[in-house]
Every structure is written in structure tokens, then in C-alpha cells.
């Protein structure tokens, strides 16, 4: 493929708010993760919870969108300058040129879900919350088309956890297709007792931190998140070289035993980054913590890279943020392009029996020139996004 | 820039409009809708056991793609595919949210399988074997045109049929006054980059802003045998379909962009 420059890139997690906080989090191994205090009745497990998503307010003629999955979104729009990037960009090409993609598992279900906490007593949804928009899971997409002030193409993706890397695939088409010059693509999940309860009942969840890789690993944990980025077919930046999807064609919520899809996905983004495996420095995984996903990935990264690629599970700093999982770890591996620090894996002591030389447990500083970031979900859709440093234009 | 596609398979489903035989003729007036609406199809794709607990976006996903395949005699396999909801299994997430107000720590598996917006997706990968990639996408009131526009927007760049799916079911319960929609709707297309002895129509397109006239709309005759569904706004495109003529057609795939379509008979 043609590659894509981004020119832009931000994301917002329990592991801090901006690039800066990330990296520093990162660098000193400084879990985002804390005991459970979400919601009235939490389950006793650890969470990545952003910090001041309470606190933070939309602006006066946002105020239809208001519930913590679009306040969520505000705040990662203003981390590294983003909003002002994105609002060049829509000067530069045009409102209309400019697509938007954007990917979430759940969107604003949260709203939905306090809407029925506080039914008035003819069974309606309380005043406050009678906005439909917000019951909807385009939600995202709108309040961030209005908050962008865009009017071209602006679509929700929602595949589970694979959301937020599929927009960059599909931005990279709507732009060859000629139906932008440009895109923003991102990802937005937030804390809601659907998640929290759902994958409960699928005892995925860990009582304790998670520990991606570790024998000792119980399940997830999960976090939230906020995420964007600026592709363009010019300019100064790490570029987006490959993508690969795959469907597993499995199970709703358990990896092909043999990693056929997840393979099948690793094997696309190097074919189409025309890139052989031993040019790959560093992986960030997608390293749930779950029994399943470990495993297989471990095994399927162990079968196609050789000794020297570093590979991690970050999800130690952040925990597991669902739909804005793609977009974060797609952060990660930009930051690791640009700064030449490698993350290694938190939380976990010893590493699984499956796992090959690639996973690493500890940080390393060195220069990559190519990087993958895999993003394996729910109802066996997966995605592998491939980038590039900015000296290998 | 316009581009060309070929439709292969088309596959509509709706109480009154039950399967793309009968549809095409009650579109074309030449037969009058049914007064019974017709009982929710059964997805055959499923396991025995797990057909009637199936929600009802899987059953008409799963309806409309596996007819719009056999029209267009292609391997479901072998094809990426788009779907596209507006809300999702609206009845599943009214119970979801329920559950969680009342008793969160007994929300079911199952029940939380099938509240993702990828279930009718991911149950179709699983039924027919597809390690192709899908999507799942939504866009509110533009979600008919917007995801077709994504089904094309493949097409033409990956130079491969894919099939493209739009549902959207009856909402129950508090939510059903915010998320307003009622009755099934399954539509279903599979498109192809080049004529082949299955073409039907071809269909050129171009995406461009908004024009002050508005999209298109079908006879409010068939309007009515949908109205009321959050994807009624695929029925111009259908009518269009049933017809066969020369049509040219305007759906809104967001607030100020406009879907252009030329279709002629192939």
C-alpha cells in the first residue's frame, strides 16, 4: 500500500493524559491500575481509570453529547495540542475532505445504563437523559464530528476490541478511494457495567492486576481510553505502511485454538508493509491476560518473528480498554518508533511455557525502524497495524 | 472520483416484504403485500439448539446475507463482508441494562455475547466458515448509506465482491423512547468490481456534499411497509432494485454527505 504519514497523534488512559504522561509512566513502570471503585456495587477486580473524566465539561454547544464516553473524548481531543491539529487539517483540506472513523465497543451504553438506575416512576428516562443520541452507539461519531466541526464522512466502528485498529484499514481505503484527502481516526471506551459485568459472567475478569504472559495470569483487567490520530498522504511523522484483518471464524469470545486468525492478520499487515518478519523491532501485543489470548498469541508470535523482535503486553499501565485498545497500543507503538523505548510487560513475574524469546518482561531503549501493533477481539475480529519511523520515508 | 460496481445478490427482508421474490413484486405493484406479517425467519446457519435463543438481529443478519450469497451464487466464505446496524439488538440491550439496575452480578454470558454491536457479524463468520475480515459499523440516521458506502468503498479498493449487510429490530422496553424503531428489517447486497454472468445491475457512485434537494425517497406505499424501522432508509435503493430500469439515486450517508447512485441494468 501507499503509505500514510501521521501527522497527528494523542491518547488518554489510566497511564496519563497526553504522550508526555504515557511515556513517563511507561519509561518508569508506573501501573495506571487501581482497585475497582466504579459504580455502586463494584466487583473486586483492578481497573485503568482516566483520572478527571468526573470533572471534565463539555463546552455549551456540546451539551446534547454530555455522558462519560463523549467526556472521555473531549478530554483526549485536548491532550498534545490534538484539537487544534485536527482543526488545521479541516482548514487545510476542507470540512468535507476530512473523513472521520472512530472506534468503540460500547459508545455511550453508560448513559443507558443510568437512565434505567433512575427510571421515574412511570418507567421513563429520567429528564436529564432523554437525548437520544447519547442511547445510540454512533454517539461517538456524531459528538466528534460536531466537535471537529467536519461534514464529510463519519462513521462508529464497533468490532469489540479490534475497534480502534480497523478505523486506521478503513481510513487508508475511504483515502485511495478518493472519499477524503485526509483522516481521523481514534478510538473511545469508557467504564460501564456492561463491560464490567459482561465479561464477569465470562469470568475473564482478574481479582488481582492483571499479568499478560505469566503462568500465574487470571483474566483481565479493564480500563478506558481515549485516542486519535491524523493520517495524511504528506507531511512529517511515523507513517502507517500495512494492515491486516482476519476473521477467526471460531467462537464469540475465545481465540481460534490455533491462532489461525490472528496469524492469518500478522501475516496481511507484513504482506501488504511488504516487510519481512526480522525487520519487525517491536510488537506491542495484544496481551489481554487471559488464559486463551495469551497463549495463542504467544504461540503464533513464537512460530513468525525471530529472537531479536521485542514484543510486550502494555496492558499493565492501562488494563484492557476494549474498543480503544487498537488506537492506544497504535499510540504506544508510534511512541516506541519515535523514542526507541521498548516497553516490556507489567505485573508479570515469570513468563508462560508458550511464550518464545520475543515477549519481553523489561523495558529496552533501541532504535526500531518497523513496528506491529495486534489487536485480537471479541467475536474473532482481528486486526495488525504496521507502522514505520519517520526516517524510513 | 466515480467509481463502477456490479450488485450480484440482493436480499431484502421485512414482516410485510418477507424474502426479495415477493418484495421485488410487491416494490414493482404487481402484488399486494400480505395482511399477515410474516414470523421471524429461523437462522438455519446456527446449531439446533442455539436457533430460538438466537437475538433478532442475528436471525434477519443472518437471513439477508445467506440469501443475498445464493442469489449471487458466491461462496460466503470467500467474501469480506460490512454490517450495519443503527442500534444494535435493541431487546438485548433493554434486558442488559435491566439486569444491571436490578441484579448486575447476574447478567448472562450469553446475553452479553449477544449485546455487541459485532454479534450478527461474528455469528455469521462462525455459521459459514469466513476467516475474511468483517466490520461492524454504525452511523445513526445515516447508518444505511454510510456503511454501503464503506461495502463500496471495498469493493473497489480491494478489487473483491463483498457483501454487504443492514438490519435493525424492534426496540423494547425504557430505551425504546430514545432509540426509536419497530418491526424487523434485513437488507442485503453483494457487490462485485467487475460484470460477471451474475451481474444484475450496475451501480456507478460517487460520494460528494449534500445537494438542497434532499435524498431520495420511495412510494409512500412502500415506505409504509417499513416505516417506523431505524433502516427504512434503505428502501429507495430496493424499490429502485425491484424495478431493473435506468435510476438515479441520492441516500445521505452523513448529515451533509450525499451518496450518489446511477444504476442501470447489467
Redesign the interface.
Known amino acids: 500500500m501507499t503509505p500514510l504519514t501521521v501527522t497527528a497523534w494523542t491518547a488518554t488512559s489510566a497511564a496519563g493524559a497526553g504522550r508526555g504522561e504515557l511515556l513517563a509512566a511507561l519509561r518508569t513502570r508506573t501501573s495506571g491500575l487501581r482497585p475497582n471503585d466504579f459504580?455502586p456495587?463494584p466487583?473486586t477486580t483492578w481497573i485503568g481509570r482516566v483520572a478527571g473524566v468526573e470533572d471534565c465539561v463539555l463546552p455549551a454547544a456540546l451539551q446534547r453529547w454530555e455522558c462519560r464516553n463523549n467526556r472521555l473524548a473531549w478530554l483526549g481531543l485536548q491532550a498534545d495540542g490534538f484539537l487544534t491539529q485536527a482543526a488545521a487539517a479541516r482548514d487545510r483540506y476542507g470540512a468535507?475532505r476530512v473523513a472521520l472513523v472512530v472506534g468503540t465497543?460500547t459508545s455511550s451504553?453508560g448513559a443507558?445504563?443510568e437512565?434505567?438506575?433512575r427510571?421515574d416512576s412511570q418507567?421513563?428516562?429520567p429528564v436529564d437523559l432523554?437525548?437520544?443520541?447519547v442511547?445510540?452507539?454512533?454517539s461517538l461519531?456524531?459528538f466528534l464530528?460536531h466537535a471537529l466541526g467536519l461534514?464529510?464522512?463519519?462513521?462508529?466502528?464497533?468490532?469489540?476490541c479490534s475497534s480502534s485498529a480497523?478505523v486506521f484499514a478503513?481510513a487508508e481505503?475511504?483515502i485511495?478511494?478518493?472519499?477524503a484527502d485526509a483522516a481521523i481516526v481514534g478510538g473511545v471506551d469508557s467504564l460501564c457495567?456492561?463491560v464490567l459485568?459482561?465479561?464477569?459472567?465470562?469470568e475473564l475478569i482478574s481479582r488481582d492486576k492483571c499479568r499478560p504472559f505469566d503462568p500465574e495470569r487470571r483474566g483481565i483487567n479493564i480500563g478506558e481510553a481515549a485516542g486519535f490520530a491524523l493520517l495524511e498522504k504528506r507531511g512529517d511523522g511515523p507513517r502507517l505502511i500495512g494492515f491486516g484483518?482476519?476473521?477467526?471464524?471460531?467462537?464469540?469470545?475465545s481465540p481460534h485454538p490455533q491462532g489461525?486468525?490472528a496469524r492469518?492478520a500478522l501475516e496481511a499487515a507484513l504482506e501488504r508493509a511488504s516487510l519481512p518478519a526480522s525487520a519487525v523491532g517491536y510488537i506491542n501485543l495484544h496481551g489481554t491476560s487471559s488464559q486463551k489470548n495469551d497463549e495463542i498469541e504467544a504461540r503464533v508470535v513464537a512460530q513468525l518473528f525471530p529472537e531479536a523482535t521485542h514484543a510486550s503486553s502494555t496492558k499493565g499501565w492501562t488494563g484492557h480498554t476494549l474498543g480503544a485498545a487498537g488506537i492506544l497500543e497504535a499510540v504506544i507503538t508510534l511512541l516506541a518508533l519515535e523514542t526507541g523505548l521498548l516497553p516490556g510487560t507489567l505485573n508479570t513475574e515469570s513468563l508462560d511455557g508458550d511464550c518464545g524469546p520475543q515477549i519481553r518482561l523489561g523495558n529496552a531503549d533501541s532504535a526500531v525502524d518497523y513496528a506491529l501493533s495486534n489487536s485480537f477481539?471479541?467475536?474473532?475480529?482481528?486486526?495488525v497495524l504496521a507502522f514505520g519511523a519517520r526516517h524510513t520515508h | 472520483?466515480r467509481?463502477r460496481v456490479y450488485v450480484e445478490g440482493i436480499a431484502l427482508w421485512a414482516p410485510l416484504l418477507p424474502g426479495w421474490e415477493l418484495a421485488r413484486e410487491i416494490l414493482r405493484s404487481e402484488r399486494t403485500p400480505t395482511a399477515n406479517p410474516a414470523p421471524r425467519p429461523a437462522p438455519t446457519l446456527l446449531a439446533p439448539t442455539e436457533r430460538r435463543r438466537a437475538p433478532d438481529t442475528v436471525a434477519i443478519a443472518l437471513e439477508v446475507a445467506t440469501r443475498a450469497c445464493e442469489l449471487a451464487q458466491r461462496d460466503p466464505?470467500s467474501m469480506c463482508s460490512v454490517f450495519a446496524s443503527?442500534?444494535?439488538d435493541l431487546a438485548v440491550?433493554d434486558s442488559?441494562?435491566?439486569t444491571?439496575?436490578k441484579t448486575?452480578?447476574l447478567?448472562?454470558?450469553i446475553?452479553?455475547?449477544n449485546?455487541?454491536?459485532?454479534?450478527a457479524?461474528?455469528?455469521w463468520?462462525?455459521g459459514?466458515?469466513?476467516?475474511?475480515?468483517?466490520?461492524?459499523?454504525?452511523?445513526?440516521q445515516h447508518?444505511f448509506a454510510?456503511?454501503l458506502?464503506?461495502a463500496l468503498?471495498?469493493t473497489?479498493?480491494?478489487q473483491d465482491p463483498v457483501l454487504y449487510v443492514a438490519y435493525d429490530i424492534a426496540a423494547r422496553g425504557?430505551?425504546g423512547?430514545?432509540?426509536?424503531s419497530t418491526g424487523l428489517l434485513g437488507a442485503a447486497l453483494v457487490l462485485a468490481p467487475g460484470p460477471t454472468s451474475a451481474s444484475m445491475v450496475q451501480l456507478d457512485w460517487c460520494?460528494r456534499?449534500a445537494a438542497a434537494a434532499g435524498p431520495s425517497r420511495a412510494s409512500a406505499a412502500n415506505g409504509a411497509l417499513v416505516a417506523g424501522n431505524a433502516m427504512s432508509d434503505c428502501l429507495p435503493l430496493f424499490e429502485a432494485l425491484a424495478q431493473c430500469g435506468p435510476r438515479d439515486l441520492s441516500l445521505l450517508?452523513?448529515?451533509?454527505?450525499e451518496l450518489q447512485l446511477e444504476l442501470r441494468p447489467a
Not at chain 1, 245 to 253: F, K
Open positions: 459504580g456495587a466487583l468535507d465497543s451504553i443507558s445504563e437512565a434505567y438506575a427510571l418507567g421513563q428516562f432523554q437525548r437520544p443520541v442511547h445510540t452507539p454512533h461519531g456524531d464530528q461534514t464529510g464522512f463519519a462513521l462508529t466502528v464497533a468490532t469489540a480497523k478503513q481505503r475511504l485511495a478511494a478518493g472519499i457495567g456492561s459485568f459482561g465479561f464477569n459472567s465470562l484483518e482476519s476473521s477467526d471464524a471460531h467462537h464469540m469470545s489461525r486468525g492469518a477481539g471479541f467475536g474473532g475480529s482481528n486486526c | 472520483m467509481h466464505a443503527t442500534h444494535g440491550t442488559m441494562c435491566d444491571l439496575a448486575p452480578a447478567v448472562s454470558p446475553k452479553f455475547h449485546s455487541v454491536h459485532n454479534a457479524a461474528g455469528y463468520t462462525i459459514v466458515g469466513c476467516e475474511q475480515p468483517y466490520t461492524a459499523v454504525s452511523a445513526w447508518t454510510a456503511g458506502l464503506e468503498t471495498q473497489v479498493v480491494q425504557p430505551l423512547t430514545m432509540a426509536t460520494a456534499p450517508a452523513a448529515p451533509q454527505l
